[in-house]
């Protein structure tokens, strides 16, 4: 056996007990010359498997349960299945309902210890096909979270031990919901950190800038409130952790047209823009904090004007923004402190916050590259895949 057979076999090991526990229980509804009889009773178990889990990553929900326990009970082949929370049964599949009611005083002890149990249903009807029945958790974290319950005519060991096997997997599958969750939380989390970020100087000097047209240039002063306000809007907007190349592009032009109402002639922007990323889909917010950094370093005590420049290129599977200034720059080392979240300023804080994100989405390959020095100005380079699943611009 091959060393990749061998890592398969390890793997697979418990589902295809559970399909093994079908097989003994189910005749196949017809025969097909593809493949062994193990290869055949492999497919059909991870083809189950695979039905059962996208339900299953959204958490142990009413919902959820009803989605996957079908799937479950025929991974199991047995003749009912309930699936609970830790407070109520979530859902029955299969027959005799009427235990529904009993099951969650029958698994109160496994709820509290965390150890599987097995109880003689104790059924008064003659017709009930479910005398037995195995019980196990479904844990979290070292939390239970609920439990499978497998239903049969009598005491089965394999039975015991094949429903332990997928409420392990089943346990896999929450714990991914959770980590979908945190991972969720901790992005809302950092939106929010740079939605404070937006200086209140900022804001105080648009309005300013805005106030200082009203009189003298009336249709300036009208255009520019329609940029704030759709600036504004996009920045505290709810919907979504992601967004368009072409809508974050198109807040920074809002954002830039008010910072040029203030500076005039002393901001000069360069935009190279490559039309086909512009449906790229990247973590909302994400370039912002870089161009409100170049303009700010930029304008630092510039005896005259600042050059900014904002290049969007097709790169083949990815898209490449460099946003640059020739601005102050900063030393290595602070850059590298701020990196590894050790203090700085807001501009640091955004720094720190996109290039978290990123790695966090696409993975430490995709961190920001940034060449700087004291008085050299800052070029801030990210890549950007044009595809990657989960991630849908809105």
């Not at 239970?144 to 031990?161: D, F, H, N, T």
């Not at 008010?258 to 823009?273: C, D, E, K």
């Amino acid at each position: 056996m091959s060393g990749e057979a061998a890592a398969a076999l390890i793997v697979l090991g418990p589902l295809l007990l559970a399909g093994g526990f079908v097989l003994g229980r189910r005749r196949p509804s017809r025969t097909s010359d593809v493949g062994t009889p193990v290869e055949r009773a492999t497919f059909e178990t991870l083809h189950t498997a695979s039905l059962a889990a996208p339900p299953l990553r959204a958490g142990l929900t009413e919902e959820s349960a009803r989605k996957a326990a079908r799937r479950l009970r025929t991974l199991l082949g047995t003749d009912a299945l309930c699936l609970t929370d830790g407070e109520r049964v979530l859902v029955w599949d299969g027959a005799g309902e009427h235990h529904s009611p009993h099951v969650m005083d029958q698994v109160a002890g496994l709820l509290h210890s965390g150890r599987d149990t097995a109880f003689d249903s104790a059924c008064d009807d003659l017709d009930c096909p479910l005398r037995w029945a195995v019980a196990v958790p479904l844990t979290v974290d070292h939390r239970v979270l609920g439990s499978l319950i497998a239903y049969a005519p009598r005491e089965s060991a394999v039975l015991a031990r094949a429903a332990g096997e997928v409420a392990r997997w089943v346990s896999v599958q929450l714990e991914l919901a959770e980590l979908d969750r945190s991972r969720t939380q901790l992005i809302e989390a950092e939106i929010k950190a740079l939605r404070a970020q937006i200086s209140p100087h900022f804001i105080f000097n648009s309005l300013a800038a805005i106030a200082s047209f009203v009189r003298t240039d009336p249709e300036r002063a009208r255009e520019l409130l329609l940029e704030f306000a759709d600036f504004t809007r996009y920045s505290f907007r709810r919907r979504g952790d992601f967004t368009t190349l072409a809508d974050e592009l198109h807040s920074i032009d809002q954002y830039l047209a008010l910072v040029r109402a203030r500076f005039g002639t002393r901001l000069s922007v360069t935009l190279q823009i490559a039309p086909e990323v512009l449906p790229v889909a990247l973590p909302f917010l994400c370039l912002q904090p870089l161009v409100e950094n170049a303009v700010k370093h930029g304008l630092e005590g510039a005896v005259s004007s600042s050059r900014i420049t904002i290049s969007a290129l097709d790169a083949g599977a990815e898209a490449e923004v460099v946003i640059e200034d020739d601005g102050t720059g900063m030393e290595p080392e602070r850059l590298r402190s701020i990196l590894r979240g050790e203090g700085g300023d807001s501009s640091g804080i955004g720094l720190l916050n996109v290039d978290e994100r990123l790695r966090q989405v696409y993975g430490d390959d995709y961190g920001l590259v940034i060449d700087t020095g004291a008085g050299a100005g800052m070029k801030v380079t990210l890549r950007i895949p044009k595809y990657r699943a989960g991630v849908h611009g809105s």
